[in-house]
């Protein structure tokens, strides 16, 4: 099994709303990764959690918070958005966060989720 | 920081012609990864590579990963109307503890003519 699942798949929301994009995988992964890609464009790095820790933030503005409450889950909170903010959002998780670190052998390879089409009106 | 250069940008084929693709940098990696991106949807891991030298393939998917650790290729054999969508390369760095970044090429987008 090597599913990460997203939800919800679609999410339209206004400037001033709060939402939540979820991330759930049980592979026993212990690194989770928020992507966001922009039409026609590779994904971009956002967060990377580590052992449920927040290891890397790619200068992500505040008002995207990531929150890791347990190996399985990643949740991204989303307040006050603007309309350049509108683009497929991926979580993705690969199975050892040691691994990744040091960026060889089995494991280090990361698993997506289906996405999140996210727009801002 | 790291850059892959992923070629060709876009290719039109014929139905049950072989397709390749690759990328390149100028900088040594120690993993490489192809993935394969239908609109809409998340990339999909095809093919994970190790060493250097080392050849795998998936079903009509064959990969290598270069001797040098600057380049990959990926080939496809008979193409068939679904492998239609966007390919990327992404590697990690060789070295940098702590360092999470997968670099992606910019993809390559593969039409099918029927």
């Known amino acids: 099994d090597t599913e990460v699942t997203q939800t919800p798949k679609h999410l339209v929301m206004g400037m001033t709303n709060k939402k939540s994009l979820k991330c759930e995988q049980h592979m026993g992964h212990r690194a989770m990764y928020w992507y966001k890609q922009k039409a026609k464009k590779p994904p971009e790095l956002m967060f990377v959690?580590?052992?449920?820790?927040?290891?890397i933030n790619e200068s992500v503005p505040s008002r995207f918070s990531p929150e890791c409450p347990n190996s399985s889950l990643l949740n991204l909170h989303l307040h006050a958005l603007q309309p350049e903010d509108s683009a497929l959002y991926l979580c993705a998780s690969s199975r050892s966060g040691k691994n990744y670190r040091q960026g060889r052998g089995a494991g280090t390879e990361a698993f997506f989720g289906q996405g999140t089409r996210l727009t801002v009106v | 920081g790291q850059q892959l250069n992923q070629s060709p940008q876009s290719m039109f084929i014929q139905e049950g012609e072989d397709v390749s693709m690759n990328c390149t940098s100028s900088s040594i990696f120690n993993t490489w990864l192809w993935y394969k991106q239908d609109p809409g949807e998340g990339p999909v891991l095809l093919i994970a590579l190790y060493k250097a030298g080392e050849l795998t393939s998936n079903g009509r998917l064959t990969a290598q990963f270069g001797i040098t650790r600057k380049d990959s290729f990926l080939n496809i054999s008979a193409s068939i109307p679904s492998d239609v969508g966007i390919y990327f390369c992404a590697c990690y760095p060789y070295s940098g503890a702590g360092s999470y970044q997968l670099t992606f090429g910019k993809g390559t987008k593969l039409s099918v003519i029927p």
């Open positions: 959690y580590s052992y449920e820790k927040l290891s």
